[in-house]
């Protein structure tokens, strides 16, 4: 598709959000002991690097990898782990950091896995949040951005794998 890309959110803009969601995070855990972030690959990895700097105290980082594909069975969406944490989660707080959530189908399933694990305590950061597009629902703790349905890249997000590296979001604008 031809396309182009226009700025959403600027660099600036994100680092300001993301430093009030730091403050959040850190009044919230501020008792934690071990607290461990958990991104998922790929889209999360430039959002982990900016907040994972701004959190205090004793944090530990890990990654899971995660798809998800249709059922035609239940036609419902089914999530595979590609990757695992390595880290025992049980008795720890865990904050799952995410780029995005959409459908809400791959946090509903990951959060769900990881609660059967026993962590003392399991939240939600995102960056994005498309409400519109959700078809699950799945609780969410702290949120950088509510957006419309739009179709964004950058900061991690990617269009066929590019656009990941843009210091900004940006929305994709076809050309015909
Ligand atoms: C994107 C995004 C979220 C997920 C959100 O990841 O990074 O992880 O989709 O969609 P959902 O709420 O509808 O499940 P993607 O599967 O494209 O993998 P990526 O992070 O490697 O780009
Ligand atoms: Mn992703
Ligand atoms: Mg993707």
Same mark, same amino acid.
């Given at each position: 598709?031809?396309?182009?890309?226009?700025?959403?959110?600027?660099?600036?803009?994100?680092?300001?959000?993301?430093?009030?969601?730091?403050?959040?995070?850190?009044?919230?855990?501020?008792?934690? $002991?071990? +607290?461990?972030?958990? !991104?998922?690959?790929?889209?999360? %990895?430039?959002? #982990?690097?900016? *907040?994972?700097?701004?959190?205090?105290?004793?944090?530990?980082?890990?990654?899971?990898?995660?798809?998800?594909?249709?059922?035609?069975?239940?036609?419902?969406?089914?999530?595979?782990?590609?990757?695992?944490?390595?880290?025992?989660?049980?008795?720890?707080?865990?904050?799952?950091? $995410?780029? +995005?959530?959409?459908? !809400?189908?791959?946090?509903?399933? %990951?959060?769900? #896995?990881?609660? *059967?694990?026993?962590?003392?305590?399991?939240?939600?950061?995102?960056?994005?949040?498309?409400?519109?597009?959700?078809?699950?629902?799945?609780?969410?703790?702290?949120?950088?951005?509510?957006?419309?349905?739009?179709?964004?890249?950058?900061?991690?997000?990617?269009?066929?794998?590019?656009?990941?590296?843009?210091?900004?979001?940006?929305?994709?604008?076809?050309?015909?």
């Amino acid at each position: 598709m031809k396309h182009t890309t226009e700025v959403m959110i600027s660099a600036q803009d994100i680092d300001q959000q993301i430093d009030q969601l730091a403050a959040q995070i850190n009044q919230h855990y501020q008792h934690s $002991e071990r +607290l461990l972030m958990v !991104g998922l690959l790929k889209g999360s %990895v430039v959002f #982990m690097a900016d *907040l994972c700097r701004r959190i205090q105290g004793h944090v530990e980082i890990d990654f899971m990898s995660v798809s998800s594909y249709g059922n035609a069975m239940t036609s419902s969406k089914d999530v595979k782990i590609l990757k695992d944490v390595q880290s025992d989660i049980e008795g720890r707080d865990v904050l799952i950091v $995410e780029d +995005l959530i959409d459908s !809400g189908n791959t946090l509903n399933k %990951v959060r769900k #896995m990881l609660e *059967l694990r026993g962590p003392k305590s399991l939240a939600i950061c995102t960056l994005l949040d498309k409400p519109e597009r959700r078809e699950v629902e799945v609780p969410v703790e702290f949120v950088g951005f509510t957006i419309p349905d739009e179709f964004i890249v950058g900061y991690g997000i990617d269009y066929a794998e590019q656009y990941r590296n843009l210091p900004y979001i940006a929305k994709v604008v076809p050309l015909d």
